[in-house]
């Protein structure tokens, strides 16, 4: 099984940035495709971005432009970057990879980190 361990949550003011990490204990890291989701209180949970084994990138269009997901297969790491955070992006971010056999939203997830966008 792989686990998955995000951080760098926090409390922001609008404008602000954030980067999270995520640490993947998979034995052979670049084989996952790899996303961020987040899940705000009482919505559902939606993807913020994803890359790929292949390093193909995808974003919400929420997030297109402030949001930047890269990933260190060397270190078995995937960051988020997040720049011009505003309220609306307040949820729970949880870090996730899948085969390209499972799909997207499928395989593994991390315990999420909480993000708070607040003056």
């Known amino acids: 099984q792989v686990q998955l361990v995000e951080s760098g949550g926090g409390l922001v003011q609008p404008g602000g940035s954030l980067r999270l990490s995520c640490a993947a204990s998979a034995s052979i890291f670049s084989i996952y495709n790899m996303g961020w989701y987040r899940q705000a209180p009482g919505k559902q949970r939606e993807l913020v971005a994803r890359i790929t084994r292949a390093y193909v990138t995808l974003y919400a269009d929420s997030v297109k432009g402030r949001f930047t997901i890269s990933r260190d297969n060397t270190q078995k790491m995937v960051y988020l970057q997040m720049n011009n955070l505003k309220p609306e992006d307040t949820a729970v971010y949880y870090c996730?990879?899948?085969?390209?056999?499972?799909?997207?939203?499928?395989?593994?997830w991390g315990q999420g980190t909480q993000v708070t966008v607040s003056s």
């Open positions: 996730n990879c899948n085969t390209d056999l499972g799909g997207t939203g499928s395989g593994f």
